[in-house]
C-alpha cells in the first residue's frame, strides 16, 4: 500500500508558540490530504481538507487562522497549529487517498504535541 | 453533515468467542464503510471495508455487513485472540470520512 510520513511523531512546545507538522506521501501524488484531530480516548475528527495549490477546506468550529496548512506540493502537507495552548494538545493524524478516486485512504503515524 | 454513532463502547470477551460492533449512519449518500483497529499511540490501520453496492463482505475471521435501507453495518470478529485487542472505529464516507465513537476491544485470554 501507499505510505504517508509524518513528522515530528512527537512535539513539545510552550504556550504562546507555533509548530509545524509536515505530512508527507512517500510513493504517490497527494492532490487532496486530511487532517484529523484526535483527543485523548475520542474518536478521530476531521479539521480540514488540504489541497494542492489551493486553499484548504475547513470543518466548522475550526479555525483557520489558528490551524494553518499549506499544500504546496504533490507529496507535502503541512499543519502549522499557531500561538499553541494547552487545549491544542492532542494526537493529530493526517491521510492522503492513493490517487483522488480511490476509496481507502492511507494515514500518517500520527504526531503527538503536548503545550505546556 | 454525516452522523455515525458506534456501539458498544467497550466490549469484553473470551478469548476464543465472536465479537461484534455495530455502527449506523445518517446520510444516504455514503457509499464507503472502511473499519479501522488502532493501538495506543498508533495510525489507524485498515481492517475491512465495504462498499454500498455489496451486503456482505469476509477476510478470514473478519467480516462486515451493510445495510443499506436501515444505514447500518456492523463488523464481525469471530474466533477472538488477545493480540485482537484495540480501540476499532467505524466509518462512513459520502463526501468526507467521517468516524464512529470507538470501541474498545479486550480479549481475555
Known amino acids: 500500500g501507499a505510505v504517508v510520513s509524518q513528522h515530528p511523531s512527537r512535539v513539545i512546545c510552550k504556550s504562546g508558540t507555533s509548530v509545524k507538522i509536515e505530512c508527507r506521501s512517500l510513493d504517490f501524488q497527494a492532490t487532496t490530504m486530511f487532517w484529523y484531530r484526535q483527543f485523548p480516548k475520542q474518536s478521530l475528527m476531521l479539521m480540514a481538507t488540504s489541497n494542492e495549490g489551493s486553499k484548504a477546506t475547513y470543518e466548522q468550529g475550526v479555525e483557520k487562522d489558528k490551524f494553518l496548512i499549506n499544500h504546496a506540493s504533490l507529496t507535502l502537507s503541512t499543519l502549522t497549529v499557531t500561538s499553541a495552548h494547552p487545549e491544542d494538545s492532542s494526537f493529530y493524524i493526517c491521510s492522503a487517498p492513493a490517487n483522488p478516486n480511490a476509496d481507502e485512504q492511507f494515514f500518517g503515524p500520527g504526531t503527538r504535541l503536548t503545550v505546556l | ?109
Request: glycine share 6%; net charge neutral.
Open chain 2, 1 to 109: 453533515g454525516e452522523n455515525v454513532e458506534q456501539h458498544p463502547s467497550t466490549l469484553s470477551v473470551q478469548e476464543g468467542d465472536s465479537a461484534v460492533i455495530k455502527c449506523t449512519y445518517s446520510d444516504s449518500a455514503s457509499n464507503y464503510f472502511p473499519w479501522y483497529k488502532q493501538e495506543l499511540g498508533k495510525r489507524p490501520q485498515l481492517i475491512i471495508d465495504i462498499r454500498s453496492n455489496v451486503g456482505e463482505k469476509k477476510d478470514q475471521r473478519i467480516a462486515v455487513t451493510l445495510n443499506k435501507t436501515a444505514k447500518h453495518f456492523s463488523l464481525h470478529i469471530t474466533e477472538t485472540q488477545p493480540e485482537d485487542s484495540a480501540v476499532y472505529f467505524c466509518a462512513a464516507r459520502a463526501l468526507k470520512l467521517t468516524f464512529g465513537q470507538g470501541t474498545i476491544l479486550t480479549v481475555h485470554p
